[in-house]
């Protein structure tokens, strides 16, 4: 074997490396971090830079994928790693010292315009780390120890590995490390394989002896009883390591093993070798396996904690100590729960814990630890809440869930996320309890209550006007120096005109919702004294997210009070400050029944796609919005139903029998009049016969024209033109803007087939005189509203006296079009009797009647219908 020196050369040369800008300025940085820590000065006459690679005395970031590949940012620049880097020729036997020091600042500017994640940019080397804040930062992990307890990969009777999973999770890891992090494993299974390996020729060897003797017989279960721990421990190390050599080389990974024991840690020059082993293995791209010496550590007892050092007692410790002292971002605990709950996840009432902070563990009872395991879930808080204080990022997980190492670090909420954040906001799961028991409470009251808490939220927006204008001013603000389309800044903006309209319906949604709730919607007798009713109720619990529009919350929120619904609203981030003015009116119209908890605003940074996945908890999902944002929530929700539509793509035909100044004005008003909205006109049809027998196409253009719309012109359109609008590329498009596209159509039948090839099922109008042609466009165009003579703005709750609506569907069950109090109702069936039981019917002693009768009449047994006397 040629030894490694001989091929890098004698340490007084450098290694012949490509001279990139990033390599140069990232071995200055690591001279500046190697000086700082030196108590010794350089031999005299050897230059500071002139050390091969691998010598760097356990500093990291000697890592030879940034010298010689590129592959990883630096760690104290927070690189994107998505820039560009020009390299130059090869660079033999020159000191970084002999770079001119101009090149070098200029290469240092250019780097600092770079994008910088604000909670990792500070030097490791200075030696101030903090961990990260929240789990989207996660994504921005470079380092990260993965920790695999014996109950994640080892079988339940304790004797081998799970296979499946150990490769679910090599494959994991595999996949993170050939991105370009750095990835290093503590793993637990060495006993356990150990264990299956001894227990098979332990039965051999007595097989033999029951051979000779008969009288020494000795059970299976006996003989697993004789195989000592740390006996197990040594036979399994280097089948375990073997194991996992074979099926990380499938993903081109090398690995490498490290055994550690406690004194390990103790002493300084075994501490800096360990340091520097690991930072010379993942420089080679190797990536290191790291596990306790079973088959020498003492078992487990109860130590002080030297020089306030955690004292390693199982491979939670280990991790956290490990991860500390290799400044690793994140350490991933794998365990056989979901995370960290506040009680034993066995007893009743147990809750997941989703973000775990210090003042959390005074509220926790733990459990019985696993019977496979050295630790238990205490082991793994008192670990994760020490590293947390030093830097590394913690999250406790599940590793029998699959992908829950990559969602991780893709920042998917998933386990326990050990933060110091001192965001004092409910957890979406609490919040959802607190709407389901809300939502109850709703039912309760009487309908005059629920519409009085509705009619106080409607004198509020009137009566607090000044402070929401105030906040949506500062939101309008923030979002043109963030360089929010003109669309969105459309609909976030409000106005005094705004919030009188939203007051004025929300007073009709008041006077409606006094016999929406628990309305009879049909009654039916089955049998003498059975008397079946069909009931309205509320669906339970809604997620409505939104973008932009502020004035959305109070409407849906007061749908869900008439309704009696529990509700979570998701705002977007462009409308924070409206949002929180507006929910607290929401809180104080509630808190005068006591419904404070039904309604909330989640406030916390989740991800729309965590909270998709509370199927138990969440009945509907509806999105108002981009149609990017209702087609993501339809793509992610796999449990919880959506009512929504993806786009909308309204059309309006003017006939050949359409009065001309009627189209000028409806075509005027469908385009212009709320263009960002989703029921704006996006597409003109005329017919031909008209379009050259008219100056419809003339006055239609000059109208739009003076409004500055954008128009494109249709293939047909443009054939029929010497100089006209350009082409559209697709008629498949909903601007949200000022801008639309013509076309000519021969029939109305071909508008027809146009607008159901091309329309979203939205909204589509038809103007004409012709009283037969529009019942026929009416009765054959498949959209959810289908309008003649009026514009496609009618297409909205409030213009068509639903109060207000929480959005408009184009799906085909329970609700479409503009959906208002009687789309977010249900239904139960209440069935009341005197001692019915089936077996009378089927043994043929009663029989049924199954008559339908009216809501408004009362069924006595002697078949007698009673109407209800009017009250009034």
């Known amino acids: 074997m040629v030894p490694l020196h001989t091929v890098l050369g004698p340490r007084g040369s450098s290694i012949p490396v490509r001279k990139t800008t990033l390599s140069l300025l990232l071995r200055e940085n690591r001279l500046q971090a190697r000086n700082t820590q030196k108590t010794t000065a350089d031999p005299p006459g050897r230059p500071p830079f002139c050390e091969p ?32 880097l020009a390299v130059a020729k090869p660079l033999h036997s020159t000191s970084v010292r002999e770079i001119s020091t101009k090149s070098l600042q200029s290469s240092k500017s250019t780097y600092a315009s770079l994008h910088l994640d604000a909670s990792r940019s500070l030097s490791r080397s200075e030696g101030s780390r903090a961990a990260f804040l929240h789990r989207q930062q996660l994504q921005h992990a470079r380092r990260i120890v993965v920790k695999l307890g014996s109950a994640v990969i080892t079988r339940k009777d304790g004797y081998g590995l799970a296979l499946g999973r150990l490769a679910s999770i090599v494959e994991q890891v595999a996949e993170l490390q050939n991105e370009g992090r750095e990835l290093l494993m503590v793993t637990s299974g060495a006993v356990a394989f150990g264990k299956q390996k001894l227990a098979q020729e332990l039965l051999m060897s007595l097989s033999m002896r029951e051979t000779l003797s008969t009288k020494d017989s000795i059970r299976s279960e006996e003989a ?62 190797i990536l290191p396996i790291i596990n306790t010496n079973d088959a020498v550590t003492p078992p487990p007892q109860v130590d002080e904690e030297i020089s306030k050092k955690l004292d390693i007692r199982d491979n939670d410790s280990l991790a956290a100590r490990l991860a500390v002292e290799i400044e690793s971002d994140l350490i991933i605990l794998m365990t056989d729960v979901d995370g960290i709950f506040n009680k034993p996840p066995t007893e009743e009432g147990a809750r997941l814990i989703d973000n775990f902070c210090r003042e959390t563990s005074q509220k926790l009872m733990f459990g019985e630890k696993s019977s496979v395991g050295t630790g238990g879930m205490e082991s793994k808080v008192k670990a994760a809440s020490w590293a947390l204080d030093r830097g590394t990022s913690v999250v406790i997980c599940n590793g029998l869930a699959q992908g829950a190492i990559k969602g991780i670090v893709q920042g998917r909420k998933i386990g326990t996320f050990f933060t110091n954040n001192t965001d004092s906001g409910l957890e979406v799961e609490v919040l959802t309890k607190n709407a389901r028991v809300g939502s109850r409470l709703l039912q309760s009251l009487d309908p005059s ?3 009085g808490a509705i009619k106080t939220l409607a004198e509020l927006l009137e009566t607090r006007q000044p402070d929401i204008l105030v906040a949506n001013q500062r939101d309008m603000e923030e979002a043109e120096k963030n360089g929010l389309s003109s669309s969105l800044m459309a609909r976030l903006r409000l106005t005094p005109a705004k919030l009188n309209n939203l007051a004025e319906g929300l007073r009709q949604i008041a006077a409606s919702s006094l016999d929406t709730l628990g309305r009879t919607l049909s009654k039916t007798i089955i049998a003498e004294n059975i008397e079946l009713r069909q009931v309205t109720v509320p669906i339970g619990v809604l997620l409505v997210i939104f973008e932009s529009r502020p004035d959305c919350l109070p409407q849906v929120a007061a749908l869900a009070m008439a309704t009696g619904n529990g509700l979570l609203l998701k705002g977007g981030k462009e409308a924070y400050h409206s949002n929180q003015v507006l929910i607290d009116l929401v809180k104080e119209s509630l808190s005068t029944v006591g419904a404070t908890g039904a309604i909330s605003l989640v406030t916390k940074r989740d991800e729309i796609s965590d909270l998709l996945q509370l199927d138990g908890e ?31 793509i309204c059309h309006v035909y003017v006939d050949k029998d359409a009065d001309v100044e009627k189209a000028v004005k409806i075509v005027r008003d469908a385009k212009c009049d709320y263009p960002s909205a989703c029921n704006a006109m996006e597409t003109l049809l005329i017919h031909e016969e008209i379009f050259h027998n008219s100056q419809v196409f003339n006055r239609v253009c000059q109208t739009l024209i003076r409004e500055n719309v954008k128009i494109q012109a249709g293939p047909r359109l443009a054939k029929m033109l010497t100089f006209g609008p350009p082409l559209a590329e697709t008629f498949k498009v909903e601007f949200s803007d000022l801008e639309c596209i013509i076309e000519v159509v021969s029939t109305m039948e071909e508008a027809i087939d146009h607008i159901h090839r091309f329309g979203s099922s939205h909204t589509d109008v038809i103007i004409t005189e012709d009283e037969e042609t529009a019942d026929h466009f009416l009765s054959t165009v498949d959209s959810a509203c289908v309008f003649h003579n009026v514009s496609s703005r009618f297409a909205d709750g409030f213009r068509l006296g639903l109060g207000a609506e929480v959005g408009i569907s ?7 079009g503009p ?38 009449v009362e069924y006595l047994s002697d078949d007698i219908y009673v109407e209800h006397q009017s009250s009034s």
């Open 53 to 84: 690679w691998y010598a760097n005395k356990g500093n990291k970031g000697a890592s030879l994928r940034v010298s010689l590949l590129g592959a990883n940012r630096p760690r104290s620049l927070g690189l994107t790693g998505q820039s560009k």
């Open 618 to 648: 969440i009945d509907l999902v509806i999105p108002r919005g981009s149609s990017e944002l209702v087609r993501t929530i339809q793509e992610q929700s796999q449990a919880i139903p959506v009512l929504g539509h993806a786009e909308g």
């Open 449 to 451: 209550q629920r519409a």
């Open 810 to 816: 184009t799906a085909r069950i329970h609700a479409r």
């Open 819 to 856: 959906v208002g109090m009687e789309g977010l109702l249900t239904t139960k069936w209440v069935l009341k009797g005197d001692c019915g039981v089936a077996s009378d019917f089927s043994e043929g002693r009663k029989h049924f009647i199954h008559r339908k009768v009216p809501v408004d």
């Open 224 to 285: 697993k009883s004789l195989i000592a721990p740390r006996a197990s421990a040594a036979v399994g190390q280097s089948g375990l390591m073997s194991l996992y050599e074979a099926m990380f080389a499938q993903y081109g990974v090398k690995v490498a093993q490290i055994l550690i024991t406690k004194p390990d840690f103790y002493n300084n020059e075994t501490r800096q070798n360990l340091n520097s082993t690991i930072n010379e293995l993942i420089a080679l791209n």
